[in-house]
């Protein structure tokens, strides 16, 4: 099968999977945003699924994004920084991406925005450590209130919601939790401070559904798009 074929029949396996669960939650699936998650893909790889209709790079590290980025053709392409981030990295990070999912700490937010020299702001989500597990990044779930806080009052960036990355777990029902939690703390979050955050980037290849049931905007999907990593 060519490379095209192949990006065309994964791209709609997944846009169909995404459809069906948001038929199941009674939404739109206009509101979930597909995020191919990138790392370790082929440049190639990443042309067929450009070229079959994907719109969003999910990417973990930098050193690949750019050589990703400069690789392909111009497209109307937004880049979404999904990795970890090192404090020296958040000037390329800031010029390089349009999103950034995985904001955990004010050092890095502040950082961010003073680097920030695009007209448009850069949109941020803080990542919650949903499960204390402290290996993958994110926010301590007792301080996401006061991160909230810090972080929205930067100029340069637009804080659009939260990101998660739960451990896996079998079955939707237990999938569910984490996302649910996720979900309720971005809405304790907007009341606390009148401000309206609206995006969830939560639900990989494993549990998509069960994202999408838990109001899930944005849903990164890796294997189940481009196939097992390299
Ligand atoms: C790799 C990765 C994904 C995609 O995971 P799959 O299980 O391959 O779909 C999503 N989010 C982040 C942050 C990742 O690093």
Same mark, same amino acid.
């Given at each position: 099968m060519c490379d095209k074929e192949y990006a065309q029949q994964r791209f709609a396996a997944v846009t169909a999977r995404i459809q069906k669960a948001a038929e199941n939650a009674n /939404? @739109? &699936? =206009?509101d979930i945003r597909l995020i191919g =998650? =990138?790392?370790?893909? @082929?440049v190639a790889s990443v042309q067929s699924f450009l070229d079959v209709g994907l719109r969003h790079i999910g990417q973990n590290y930098l050193q690949e994004a750019i050589a990703v980025k400069q690789a392909? /053709? &111009?497209?109307?392409v937004d880049w979404h920084y999904i990795g970890l981030i090192q404090s020296n990295k958040t000037a390329s990070i800031a010029a390089e991406f349009d999103w950034v999912h995985s904001v955990d700490r004010l050092k890095i937010a502040r950082r961010l925005s003073k680097q920030r020299t695009h007209e448009a702001n850069l949109n941020v989500l803080i990542q919650v450590d949903i499960d204390n597990e402290t290996t993958k990044g994110g926010v301590p779930i007792s301080d996401v209130l006061d991160l909230v806080g810090q972080v929205s009052e930067l100029k340069r960036l637009n804080l659009r919601g939260f990101m998660v990355l739960p451990r896996a777990r079998q079955g939707t029902e237990e999938q569910r939790q984490p996302f649910a939690q996720t979900r309720e703390l971005l809405q304790r979050c907007n009341q606390k401070y009148g401000i *309206?955050? *609206?995006?969830l980037s939560m639900g990989m290849s494993g549990d998509l559904e069960a994202a999408v049931l838990e109001g899930s905007t944005m849903v990164r999907v890796g294997t189940d798009l481009f196939g097992a990593r390299g």
């Open positions: /939404r @739109s &699936p =206009a =998650a =990138a790392k370790q893909q @082929s392909i /053709r &111009p497209n109307d *309206e955050m *609206e995006t």
